[in-house]
């Protein structure tokens, strides 16, 4: 089991920056690749952003790529989410997630194959 714990979520004007975390505790953080999602209002849970149990592979969505940043610290089993530049389109709840993996370097984008979840941080962009 691992718990996490997100944090970071805010009010920001458009062009501002956020930074999100997501702590977690439990079994060893390095065991999993780690993911982050969003769900704003009336829409279904999209993909944001992955990155892979060593840290060397990310992957970002095509909606963010060059705005957001993912990165993990495994002395404090934490992983970020650096934002930039956000947009009103980007107003939603975020989640981190955790999946298990044996892989070091796999990415995970399909929110199903992730096994826990965070309970969310809202971020609201005003235009």
């Known amino acids: 089991q691992v718990q996490l714990v997100e944090s970071g979520g805010g009010l920001v004007q458009a062009g501002g920056s956020l930074r999100l975390s997501c702590a977690a505790s439990?079994?060893?953080?390095?065991?999993?690749?780690m993911g982050w999602f969003r769900q704003a209002p009336g829409k279904e849970r999209e993909f944001v952003t992955a990155?892979?149990?060593?840290?060397?592979?990310?992957y970002y969505a095509d909606s963010v790529k060059g705005r957001f940043t993912i990165s993990r610290d495994h002395a404090k089993n934490t992983v970020y989410l650096q934002m930039n530049s956000l947009k009103p389109e980007d107003t939603a709840v975020y989640y981190c997630?955790?999946?298990?993996?044996?892989?070091?370097?796999?990415?995970?984008?399909?929110?199903?194959?992730?096994?826990?979840w965070g309970q969310g941080t809202q971020v609201t962009v005003s235009s």
């Open positions: 997630a955790a999946d298990s993996t044996l892989y070091p370097y796999t990415i995970i984008i399909v929110p199903n194959e992730y096994d826990f």
């Open positions: 439990g079994r060893t953080f390095s065991s999993y690749a």
């Open positions: 990155i892979s149990r060593s840290g060397v592979n990310t």
